[in-house]
């Protein structure tokens, strides 16, 4: 296939088989263009909400200890020292307790 050029209006544009070239443009148009006609509709929630109850609509799940992810970094430092801190002294208790128990019985 070879190409040669043709100009059109003082532009050239490669003359190519099976194109046809409008003269009130400077570019070709291919033959297999279709020009489609508007959609009509544009949304429905038709079936939606059966589909939806067909398996029951649950609620999420809550986790036991949700993510911290995103959290104040300064926050969390000072939750864990509070959490490790309030660790300690209940094993000191129960130590304690248990001493106690021990001298009684």
Not at 28 to 43: D, G, R, T
Not at 50 to 69: D, E, F, T, Y
Not at 71 to 97: H, I, S, Y
């Amino acid at each position: 296939m070879s190409l040669s050029l043709q100009s059109i209006r003082g532009s050239i544009v490669p003359k190519l088989p099976n194109v046809l070239v409008d003269s009130n443009l400077n570019y070709p148009i291919s033959q297999s263009i279709v020009v489609k006609m508007a959609k009509s509709k544009n949304h429905t929630n038709h079936n939606q909400n059966k589909k939806a109850h067909r398996n029951g609509i649950k609620k999420p799940k809550s986790h036991r200890h949700p993510s911290l992810k995103g959290v104040d970094p300064k926050f969390l430092r000072n939750q864990r020292f509070a959490k490790r801190g309030t660790f300690l002294l209940k094993t000191k208790e129960q130590a304690a307790a248990k001493a106690a128990a021990a001298k009684t019985a």
